[in-house]
Structures are given as structure tokens and as C-alpha cells.
């Protein structure tokens, strides 16, 4: 998410190919680096809709196919 | 004579170059900056309205349906707390006797369902410092899915990183009753339509409702 733009894709690729996979960690590394939260859309048991958050890329659930980038939250006015 | 006059033309025309290098500098500079415009990035009216789509289509890709239709239908999110004993204390899984409503750019608000009495208003935002767009807010649909993603993953952090205000401060808390009454009749029309459906045999809706924990 990018003030004023909204959703844009930062990187894309498959984690079995390791030059995508290698791809995929610097951009997801790049992010958290640039002061973003990342988090991880889930589904639970019950089928109750949250998010996860994550703070490396080996802490993204193998079944997740996304990973959203917003904005770290601070204290408003 | 003539050698008179071909040096007063020299010297005139020496004078006459010397007043005009600013003025020919200041054409010059203002060719380069219209040619250099549509590289800047000319304004685009339609871009925000864009932007607002696309975070649209996101958020509704990762609430369920019925969080969808709410925010869709009444404009707000209700996300219910986790922590049995009030937002602020440990998270034991136990609950939620309170809630929160997700208003796009507004603080998020805490209060309690059963008795609609609202608790707090926690003023968060997320910035981007860098503004690279020239602005420092998400779309109002992003605004709502990052305080959504942030208090269904975390919602203890979150809080912690806000600042709590007493109801009232920003949000009117006649506005808030009357939208917690717009909730409760949207649940029940809602519900009335899931009723008849199934009787009707054409199953529910896909991602379902999802009751309080």
C-alpha cells in the first residue's frame, strides 16, 4: 500500500525457482527495511478471516500466497 | 565619420546584448522546464480515485463477506477484541465482551456491544514519511484494511502504538449510536435474508457469517 497510489506490486515469483526465491527475500527484506509492517492474510480453522503479522521472510506460512506491506501505525492526532 | 558610427553600433549593440543575456537566460529556462514537464509526472485527477478502487478490491479480498458487506452497506468495520478483560490486558483467548469500529482516517473506537457504551477512541494512523506521492495518507479503503490486518494480527501492539483518547474527541458519539443502531438493523435484515435463503435451499453465502468469539 503507497500513500495516494494504493495497492502496487512489489515482486512476484515462485519460491521453488531460487534466483525468484532470492528475488523475493531482498524485496521482502527491502520493505521491512523502508520501515513497513508486512502481514499475511489468513484464514482460520473456524474460517474467521485475520492477518499475521511477519517480521522475516522465513516467518511467511508456506500456504500464503501474498503478502501485504502497509505503513507502520503511529500515534494519530 | 564612418568609423565613428561603426563604433557607436558596436558599442550599442555590446549595451544591447548585456541587457538582454538575463531576459534570453530566462526564456531558455523556461523551454527546458516545459519540455522537462511530462517527465515530472503531470497531475492526474483520476489517480486517487483509482487508488481508492484497487484498495477496494484488496480489503475485500481479505475480510470475509460479511465484513465486506458491512463496509460496503454502512461504510464502517466492527472487528471484536480479543482480550477477555478489555483492550490493554493480556490476550487469553477467552472472548471478546468488547469491539472495535473501523472508520476510514477516523481513530479506531472501542466500546462495549451489549450495552453500546463506547470506551475509547485510539487515534492511529499510518504515515508514509517518505511521501512519494506527494501525500502522506492511503486510500481510505487501505486505511481501513491496515487498522483491520493490524488488530486482528496484533491487536496489543497496535493500541500500544496509538494514542488513547476519551470517546468524543474526534469521533461524535452521536454519530457512533446512531451508526451501532444502523449495525444492529443491518445484522438483523441480514440475517432474515440468510434465513430465508437457506429455507429456500440456496445455501449461504460464501465466506459465511462469522459469530463473536
Redesign the interface.
Known amino acids: 500500500m503507497k500513500p495516494g497510489h494504493g495497492e502496487e506490486l512489489i515482486a512476484e515469483g515462485d519460491l521453488e525457482v531460487a534466483e525468484e526465491h532470492r528475488a523475493l527475500v531482498e524485496a521482502f527484506r527491502r520493505q521491512l527495511d523502508d520501515g513497513m509492517w508486512a502481514a499475511v492474510p489468513t484464514t482460520t480453522r473456524t474460517g474467521r478471516r485475520e492477518a499475521e503479522m511477519v517480521q522475516s521472510f522465513e516467518d511467511i506460512p508456506p500456504s500464503a500466497e501474498r503478502v501485504i506491506f502497509f505503513p507502520r501505525a503511529a500515534g494519530g492526532r | 565619420m564612418t568609423v565613428a558610427l561603426c563604433a557607436t553600433a558596436i558599442v550599442v549593440l555590446a549595451l544591447l546584448w548585456e541587457v538582454s543575456i538575463p531576459w534570453l537566460d530566462r526564456r531558455l529556462e523556461r523551454r527546458r522546464l516545459r519540455r522537462a514537464e511530462p517527465g515530472i509526472a503531470a497531475y492526474d485527477p483520476g489517480?486517487?480515485r483509482?487508488?481508492?478502487q484497487?484498495?477496494r478490491?484488496?480489503l475485500r479480498?481479505?475480510?470475509?463477506a460479511e465484513?465486506w458487506e458491512m463496509y460496503r452497506d454502512l461504510g464502517f468495520l466492527r472487528v471484536w477484541g480479543r482480550h477477555a478483560r478489555g483492550p490493554g490486558t493480556e490476550r487469553d483467548g477467552a472472548g471478546a465482551p468488547y469491539a472495535y469500529l473501523i472508520y476510514p482516517h477516523k481513530?479506531l473506537l472501542a466500546y462495549l456491544p451489549q450495552t453500546r457504551r463506547l470506551l475509547h477512541e485510539y487515534?492511529?494512523?499510518?504515515?508514509?514519511?517518505?511521501?512519494?506521492?506527494?501525500?502522506?495518507?492511503?486510500?481510505e479503503s487501505?486505511d481501513v484494511?491496515?487498522k483491520?490486518?493490524?488488530l486482528?494480527?496484533?491487536e496489543e501492539?497496535?493500541v500500544n502504538?496509538?494514542?488513547m483518547h476519551l470517546p468524543g474527541r474526534q469521533v461524535d458519539p452521536a454519530r457512533v449510536k446512531r451508526d451501532l443502531w444502523r449495525l444492529s438493523e443491518w445484522e438483523r435484515a441480514r440475517l432474515t435474508r440468510e434465513r430465508r435463503r437457506a429455507a429456500e435451499g440456496a445455501g449461504g453465502t460464501p465466506?459465511?457469517t462469522?459469530p463473536a468469539?
Open positions: 489517480r486517487e483509482r487508488a481508492e484497487r484498495a478490491a484488496l479480498s481479505c475480510v470475509n465484513e481513530p487515534c492511529v494512523e499510518f504515515p508514509d514519511e517518505t511521501r512519494p506521492y506527494g501525500s502522506a495518507m492511503l486510500p487501505d484494511l491496515a483491520w490486518m493490524a486482528t494480527a496484533d501492539r497496535l502504538s496509538a494514542n465466506g459465511g462469522v468469539p
